[in-house]
């Protein structure tokens, strides 16, 4: 029996998947009881991508020769409308009205879909999702969220039989590039962002990945699968890694923690707290050990306790090897493949209510009593504190950090405002504020 | 629709599962698409199974009263016939005639089986998924190997689109507990067991933990779905860590290591080395940081690269939550959830053959030349040493360790078998070789 494939855009993730399905027929044959066919491939620069990543050209829609973006069009349509077409891997990218009439249209054509493109569905997810029911298909995205790391499924498949309680991952490969490179060879930040965009860890616009938007949209697919939670990508509170200073990161190495770009999201009763957020990860938590471009994600279910799954988030490969083993899926379980709609009722709420531990920076001038006016201050908000670093001392102002106990984002903020409107002019900046994660 | 599961055994496994199934049952529905109805339970003891996980007497057979062996076992054989039943739960545990008929009948039956039991998979695994292919049924067997950590359906589902190069594991729980506390309470081996036996981390009879047995299990399981490798049990090399002594421990940690039991599989060309050892796993390694009763499974991919997880490897609610989810999948894909028979034809070799490094604790004469000796006997195996630490110098004797560059273990006895032979009475023992897991 034959199962065929096609893949729509042959760049960096396609050219992956194509190689694997070449190099691998025979071993996915047996596992997926069919003969899994690379049928056709859809690019605009054939030649680039063949060499590039050693394909026949024949595979390629056209001939071989570049396409205009009319003539791939075109090609796609005619891949959409084949009816021995069984699969679709949706490798191109973008999240307009061009990428999402593609998509829908593979699954009205009553075809599987395999994509990695977390920004198409973190927007349009749910309509995806509805489409493939309706049709009787499957949508394959494990590579949506930490390339190799399988947590689709092993929140679609694995971890069904638990209730999760929540989630905090390292999905951003980039900003912990970055992030590691200035704890490890204590660069600022603006230094070890070049630093990775040499190295090709960081695109030459790099927006996404420092703002956090990147995360958001797989915290975004996240939430929906271990929540049932159907977030809008927008009003997922995001914060970047691009306000982080090499003192932050200096401070929380004194504190025996790093700073990790976390994608957090934890339920309580029938909330669901979640945002993306640089914390302080503490030397005891597993995620801290996380350096590079290597992603983590750590999953408390209320049975099973503390589950962490480490891997690469991107790559070639890495990601190719995500799409095939989605292809596998879908040619072993058709229909069965699709997650289910899981309605919880679950509402989002914002991080800051919940009660965590806080990690503050004062920069305050340099002059005796400061300690005891910051140290009143949090107190007289109930908040208790864990640790005081006091370790810069310039010529005309001081740094120092508070590790408080659990305490919430607002209480927080007023005893900021309490130092301030009581001892104006002691505070030099706005304290800059991360949450703990122990 | 109902799907309805028996459990037969409802003792610290099986009463996780029924506490689970009755209080997620809501949440199962939705995900599962039936409800998924705890129909009978069958234990010897029903008031004190009750008692102890808060289940309702009046899911029992016989009335809630306590059962004669063979009382049970007619109720057993009632739920077997009962064809209203589509699941058993299998936590009865042996791996005798007895077990196997149950299980093999639950399948003749036409009931999908979910066991936790990897002493009956490692000894009739094949016959029983035989049996289960005949019948059109799925076993589920996620809570076999690392309970919590959801390395069977990552391997059977997940990573079905690499090629697996290498599996190393801690997979078992008390073993990792006494080594961890040999190592940070400097105990012997015999004072860090009975630590695990007052905690409960090691039972009264702890042989199989200790002497590599139940990793054994674990690792023949792996095996077979990692490359298709149908192993007899028997013919799986152990080592438990019954031998590893404290000097050892101490002389790892000189070495930037600490010993862990290792379930190691690697495969080369179409042979695949594997044992179960004593290894020392290098502080870069993110399994050398895995303490306690806590799993860990690192496996390289050709395309994925490394993926780690970590989890729980046993516990009444983790290893409930695996078995639930085995329900739920089940009840979601049918005969689909069985893994497809793959016949690699790859050839299991002893794990001495690989090129590895070792780590050898020589017992010496205390006197000038013993470094010279052995590091030349060493060099003529065209070995190369990596480190020689040198620390324990008593009255009448020195110990010293040193590790290898990767080298075979046959090599590394060669080197032994020259110093003993040329240099009679300077060994005062058998030197301590592990391999080293970078």
Chains 1, 2 share one sequence.
């Not at 989605?326 to 989002?348: C, K, M, N, Q, S």
């Not at 908040?383 to 102002?397: A, L």
């Amino acid at each position: 029996m034959q199962f065929r494939v096609a893949i729509l855009g042959c760049g960096t993730v396609g050219g992956g998947v194509a190689r694997i399905l070449l190099e691998q027929r025979d071993a996915l044959r047996e596992r997926a009881g069919q003969d899994i066919q690379l049928a056709r491939i859809v690019d605009l620069f054939p030649e680039q991508s063949s060499r590039r990543h050693g394909l026949p050209r024949e595979l390629y829609a056209g001939a071989g020769a570049d396409l205009t973006q009319q003539q791939a069009d075109a090609e796609i349509q005619r891949i959409l409308e084949d009816p021995s077409i069984d699969l679709v891997v949706e490798t191109i990218g973008g999240s307009g009205a061009a990428i999402l009439a593609t998509t829908r249209g593979t699954l009205e054509h009553g075809k599987h879909l395999v994509t990695a493109n977390k920004a198409l569905l973190a927007k349009h997810g749910e309509e995806l999702l509805g489409t493939a029911r309706k049709h009787g298909k499957g949508i394959g995205f494990e590579a949506a969220v930490s390339a190799a790391i399988p947590i689709i499924k092993v929140l679609n498949e694995c971890l069904t039989g638990d209730e999760i309680q929540s989630i905090s991952g390292i999905m951003n490969g980039t900003s912990n590039y970055i992030l590691s490179k200035m704890a490890s060879d204590a660069q600022s930040f603006d230094a070890a962002l070049r630093d990775a965009q040499a190295k090709g860890y960081a695109e030459a616009d790099p927006t996404l990945d420092i703002n956090g938007g990147d995360a958001g949209h797989k915290l975004t697919l996240v939430l929906r699968l271990a929540f049932g939670l159907d977030v809008e990508f927008e009003d997922l509170p995001r914060r970047g890694i691009d306000t982080v200073t090499a003192g932050d990161v200096a401070f929380a190495h004194e504190m025996h923690g790093v700073i990790k770009l976390i994608c957090h999201a934890q339920r309580v009763g029938d909330s669901v707290h979640a945002a993306v957020t640089p914390m302080i990860v503490k030397r005891t938590n597993l995620l801290s050990k996380i350096d590079g471009a290597t992603n983590a994600i750590r999953v408390i279910g209320r049975y099973a306790g503390e589950i962490v799954l480490i891997g690469q988030g991107a790559g070639s490969l890495e990601t190719g090897s995500a799409i095939v083993s989605d292809i596998v899926f879908l040619a072993r379980h058709g229909e069965h493949a699709l997650p289910r709609p899981v309605a919880t009722g679950f509402r989002l709420r914002p991080l800051g209510e919940l009660r965590l531990p806080y990690h503050i920076v004062f920069e305050t001038a340099d002059m005796p009593g400061m300690t005891g006016i910051v140290a009143t201050a949090i107190g007289r908000q109930d908040i208790n504190i864990d640790t005081v670093s006091h370790n810069r001392h310039e010529v005309d102002h001081a740094e120092f950090a508070i590790a408080t106990m659990p305490c919430t984002r607002s209480q927080v903020e007023r005893a900021v405002k309490d130092i301030q409107g009581n001892h104006p002019g002691s505070l030099l900046s706005e304290p800059r504020v991360l949450p703990i994660l122990v």
